[in-house]
């Protein structure tokens, strides 16, 4: 039977290597604490941020269902008898066209820019030319500009091409709003796909426009989730635009107002008079589409945006 070595340490040595292992224990307990304190802090700021956020909600539902009393009385009180007229007048008093009105718009502007601005970010984030990051950050920059400072121009601009108040104005301009973020997002995300498949269908023998069309942009589907939602989001709530571009500019011109717009219709038209259940329903009727929307899509939005990072 082999003989076994045991291996004696100096004093000086065994206090050394005890200390060292109590002072990595204590570094790890340090961390594990300041772990724990950050996750307190952050799901507490998110636990907040999210009682902001779904109280307004809720207490604007609620209201739609209120009487003027109702509301006057207790705003957070659960309302006593649930009274659903309040969204048919909001109907009849024009809800339903601005509804309309913006759902014409909206199923040209975001497919178009969903289109342009995929093309023009594969094409930046793809093809090297002399040029290409001047491009770019050129459309970088246009998502930095406030859209304040260019309503003046943009007003006389489509003025000029007899666009005002018309369903086409408005489309172009919102394609035109909504291209910087969208060239800015899905460049990043064309520049995470594999070139190896770019260049397998070189090799066979596709051309550009098949090769995005077939084979990119399926690859891009998690990022055009993404980024299409945002645009719908944005589209759907933009009001200055639509409140600048889209005025009947003779007596008897048809008004064509957004739903953003219709909400503030319905508040002219109350005068001195209070119909808070109308104003509360109206507004309700414009957030259930917009929230359906995001929940539904959710995780694909999720997984557009951790996507190009991840890989």
Do not use: C
């Not at 942009?217 to 645009?231: D, E, R, T, W, Y």
């Amino acid at each position: 039977m082999a003989a076994q070595s045991t291996v004696i340490k100096a004093p000086g040595e065994a206090a050394a290597e005890r200390s060292g292992n109590t002072g990595r224990t204590g570094e790890r307990d340090k961390r594990r604490s300041e772990g724990v304190v950050l996750n307190v802090f952050s799901h507490g700021f998110l636990v907040l941020w999210a009682i902001m956020i779904v109280l307004p909600l809720i207490w604007l539902a609620l209201g739609s269902f209120k009487t003027d009393a109702q509301i006057g009385g207790s705003a957070l009180s659960w309302p006593g008898n649930w009274h659903f007229d309040a969204f048919g007048r909001a109907w009849e008093k024009g809800i339903g066209g601005y509804f309309a009105n913006t759902l014409i718009v909206l199923v040209f502007s975001v497919p178009l820019t969903m289109l342009f601005g995929s093309m023009a970010a594969y094409v930046l984030a793809r093809y090297p030319f002399s040029g290409n990051r001047v491009i770019y950050y050129f459309f970088v920059s246009g998502a930095m500009f406030p859209v304040f400072l260019a309503l003046v121009p943009l007003f006389f601009m489509v003025k000029r091409f007899d666009m005002l108040n018309t369903y086409q104005g408005l489309i172009l301009v919102y394609v035109a709003y909504s291209m910087p973020f969208t060239v800015f997002f899905m460049h990043s995300f064309f520049r995470t796909l594999p070139t190896a498949i770019h260049e397998a269908a070189v090799i066979d023998g596709a051309s550009d426009t098949r090769i995005f069309f077939q084979v990119m942009l399926p690859m891009a589907k998690p990022g055009l989730i993404s980024v299409g939602i945002f645009n719908v989001l944005g589209q759907w709530n933009q009001y200055i635009l639509p409140a600048v571009l889209m005025q009947p500019q003779t007596s008897g011109e048809p008004e064509r107002y957004m739903l953003t717009q219709g909400l503030i219709q319905l508040q002219y038209q109350m005068g001195y008079e209070t119909d808070l259940p109308v104003l509360f329903a109206g507004a309700t009727i414009a957030i259930i589409p917009m929230l359906a929307v995001y929940l539904s899509f959710q995780r694909q939005i999720q997984a557009g945006l951790t996507s190009a990072t991840l890989k």
